[in-house]
């Protein structure tokens, strides 16, 4: 064989190889389509409100953090509180010193009410019944004759005594009638009993309060001096206004 013959062949089996090796790698050279991207692997491009979105994501992420552990510390207070005896929680409760509060509450001073009093108290009461007893004897209680009506003059005498009654509305008083022992001792005693009651409503006529006052007639029993043979003393034919001690 021929060197041209040998160089031939040796083309022609060079051009067989290189199409079987390209017709064996044929797909390696085909173009690749591009394979689309998803949602998720689409790139991100960095906007404003992406970053308030992460932002966002990123706060909920923490705050459901603290929740979680915020519930797991409850969850084992509880289970420490279940596990826990009750005398120790009796010591702890007996242990914690219990708070005191003070409060400084002023009260606003008062002044003091002073009450009206209408009374006149005298230091004793007979300093009163000195008073009455003096106005009495200046002119005395007199009757006109044969009457149980007292003077024109007596009249002035019972008016300046009601005016110290009034004066002291806490004090209770009595009238009293007597008389001599001239005449019969009966008659005596109705006398002395009807001028009482005289002498006590005219009281009451001038303002004195009829439930602080008593009329009662004596007679002839109690004289303050003696009487003359015949039963006769115009001192002891009288009308007292005396204090009454309760």
């Known amino acids: ?66 929740e979680q552990l915020e519930e797991s510390d409850e969850q084992k207070v509880e289970e420490k509180i279940e596990k826990t005896p009750v005398t120790e929680v009796q010591k702890e409760e007996e242990t914690t010193p219990p708070l005191k509060v003070t409060a400084e ?3 606003p001073k008062q002044e003091p009410v002073k009450a009206e009093v209408k009374e006149e108290v005298p230091q004793t009461n007979k300093a009163v019944q000195d008073e009455i007893n003096s106005i009495i004897e200046q002119s005395g209680i007199i009757f006109k004759r044969m009457s149980y009506n007292v003077t024109p003059k007596s ?28 005449g019969d001792e009966s008659f005596n005693q ?9 002498v006590m409503k005219i009281l ?32 002891n034919r009288r009308v007292e206004i005396n204090i009454v001690e309760e």
Do not use: W
Request: aromatic share 6%.
């Open 1 to 66: 064989m021929s060197l041209s013959t040998k160089i031939t062949l040796l083309i022609l089996l060079l051009l067989a190889l290189m199409a079987t090796c390209v017709y064996t790698h044929i797909d390696d050279f085909e173009p690749k389509t591009a394979t689309p991207l998803t949602l998720n692997e689409e790139m991100i491009v960095p906007t404003e409100e992406n970053e308030v979105n992460l932002e966002e994501q990123t706060i909920k992420e923490k705050s459901d953090n603290i």
């Open 155 to 182: 009249m002035e005498t019972i008016e300046a005594v009601g005016v110290i009654l009034k004066k002291y509305p806490l004090l209770h008083f009595e009238v009293a009638g007597h008389t001599d022992a001239k």
């Open 204 to 235: 009451i006529d001038l303002g004195v309060e009829p439930e602080r006052l008593t009329a009662k007639g004596y007679g002839e029993t109690m004289p303050i001096v003696p009487n003359d043979p015949q039963g006769y003393s115009l001192v």
């Open 190 to 198: 109705f006398v002395s009993e009807q001028r009482a009651q005289s």
């Open 105 to 107: 509450v002023q009260i």
